[in-house]
């Protein structure tokens, strides 16, 4: 089975609003994306919706054929909505206001009543739960006995660690992703990865064969500015697709 490559289409809405436009589109980018062969579409709804809007969830889950993954806080307001949009996944994260990005994984512990409100209503609604964590075996096992039926593991470290000097360092976040991902399997949970990661540094993650899905944003659209957005698709695709075990 090939690595699943979801694409986040996040930042495409940060340029429409950047300029309160109704281009582009970050539903016609989802189109192109599974034309160019994206397994699943990404959006990340935030508390303070700085870019995919309500209106923007409703209509890729009334749009999009492949599969739809909404990521989200564990929150009332964000349980309320993904029970009646009923994404095929729903990713749980960490959400600060004031963060440029999600910085780290989900503290599952400190969360976890929240988080088991959210499995619950999951399940009922027939959603899969991810929760994107640290490369954390305390936390990967307590994703499991909450019931989660994936974990995503944060790549954000490895991919600060392929900056040019690091490479010890990149050889240990890779070594910690990989016994993370072991342990997932290990348990039953599906493994996925992402944050940070270009067509550049995807490789060496897809090679850890317990990772069956990475998820992909920033720097596939970055690409799209100068290739079209196809193109860096395909692109991306191809690197996967070079390394994956
Ligand atoms: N996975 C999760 C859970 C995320 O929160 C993000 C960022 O929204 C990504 C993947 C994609 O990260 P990037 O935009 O750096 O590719």
Do not use: W
Request: glycine letters at 8%; proline letters at 3%.
């Amino acid at each position: 089975m090939p690595v699943r490559l979801h694409i986040n289409i996040d930042h495409v809405a940060t340029v429409r609003n950047a300029r309160g436009t109704r281009y582009p589109d970050p539903l016609f980018a989802a189109h192109v994306c599974e034309a160019a062969g994206a397994n699943g579409i990404t959006a990340h709804l935030r508390e303070d919706r700085r870019h995919i809007k309500d209106d923007d969830v409703d209509r890729l889950r009334a749009s999009i054929t492949s599969h739809f993954n909404l990521e989200c806080a564990a929150t009332a307001e964000m349980r309320a909505i993904a029970e009646r949009v009923v994404p095929d996944t729903v990713t749980l994260v960490p959400e600060r206001r004031q963060e440029r990005t999600t910085e780290g994984g989900l503290d599952v512990a400190a969360q976890r009543h929240d988080i088991e409100l959210f499995v619950a209503m999951a399940k009922r609604a027939g959603i899969r739960v991810s929760l994107f964590i640290g490369a954390d075996e305390a936390a990967v096992e307590l994703a499991h006995s909450l019931g989660a039926d994936q974990i995503e593991l944060h790549t954000g470290e490895y991919c600060h660690a392929c900056e040019p000097g690091k490479l010890g360092e990149r050889a240990h976040e890779l070594e910690r992703l990989a016994q993370a991902a072991e342990l997932a399997r290990t348990l039953g949970l599906e493994v996925a990865a992402g944050h940070g990661l270009t067509r550049h540094n995807v490789g060496s993650v897809v090679a850890i064969g317990p990772i069956v899905e990475v998820n992909i944003g920033h720097s596939v659209i970055a690409d799209a500015v100068f290739m079209g957005l196809e193109q860096a698709v395909r692109e991306l695709r191809t690197a996967i697709d070079r390394h994956a075990r």
